[in-house]
T-cell receptor, first 116, second 116 residues
Framework: GAGVSQSPSNKVTEKGKDVELRCDPI?????LYWYRQSLGQGLEFLIY????????KSGLPSDRFSAERTGGSVSTLTIQRTQQEDSAVYLC??????????????FGEGSWLTVV | AQTVTQSQPEMSVQEAETVTLSCTYD???????LFWYKQPPSRQMILVIR??????QNATENRFSVNFQKAAKSFSLKISDSQLGDTAMYFC?????????????FGKGTRLSVIA
């Protein structure tokens, strides 16, 4: 596609339920990032995938959060047993990769998660 | 670890006037990229301008320009002839040229309001 695509754009879920958020990066981009943005706050790094390397999971806030990337393309962020503090916009971004090519990171429009 | 600091949580400017948003960063890297992203109420993160650390010339994109002071680790954004559509959150971000799995590091953002 032309840009980074995320779905759903909005999700309301009950506390304790599991949710899955999907990200379809720009075709050919090897790097994929997930960030979380709470209301009126900055961006909190969650996880980073680069090609076939092991992902950098250092930003995941708890073991309820996990992410996978299948076939080096689409990624799914899963939040188990959701809590109210998980309510936020979850932003996905992708880039061509790392190194001297001057990569710019492109963002999707985000998935707005509300836990009630 | 790299950090990015935006010391102005909120700013306002009259339409057609000029405003400067501040950003400082801390890194031991010698080669890196700096970015300014804009996030309007629509949530879409939009790249405003990019600066390569090895370039001494300040980047310019139409009404947007930066003042990059590498020794001082400062990267401010100047918006000239401010327009109502410039109202948004502005995030400064940093990424090393080439290093392991370091994700894009963001500041906490500056909320800019352009007043008619």
């Amino acid at each position: 596609g032309a840009g980074v695509s995320q779905s759903p754009s909005n999700k309301v879920t009950e506390k304790g339920k599991d949710v899955e958020l999907r990200c379809d990066p720009i075709s050919g981009h090897t790097a994929l990032y997930w960030y979380r943005q709470s209301l009126g706050q900055g961006l909190e790094f969650l996880i980073y995938f680069q090609g076939n390397s092991a992902p950098d999971k250092s930003g995941l806030p708890s073991d309820r959060f996990s992410a996978e990337r299948t076939g080096g393309s689409v990624s799914t962020l899963t939040i188990q047993r959701t809590q109210q503090e998980d309510s936020a916009v979850y932003l996905c971004a992708s880039s061509e990769g790392r190194g001297y090519s001057g990569n710019t990171i492109y963002f999707g429009e985000g998935s707005w998660l509300t836990v009630v | 670890a790299q950090t990015v600091t935006q010391s102005q949580p909120e700013m306002s400017v009259q339409e057609a006037e000029t405003v400067t948003l501040s950003c400082t960063y801390d890194t031991s890297e010698s080669n890196y990229y700096l970015f300014w992203y804009k996030q309007p109420p629509s949530r879409q993160m939009i790249l405003v301008i990019r600066q390569e650390a090895y370039k001494q010339q300040n980047a310019t994109e139409n009404r947007f320009s930066v003042n990059f002071q590498k020794a001082a680790k400062s990267f401010s954004l100047k918006i000239s002839d401010s327009q109502l559509g410039d109202t948004a959150m502005y995030f400064c971000a940093f990424i090393p040229f080439e290093s392991g799995n370091t994700p894009l590091v963001f500041g906490k953002g500056t909320r800019l309001s352009v007043i008619a």
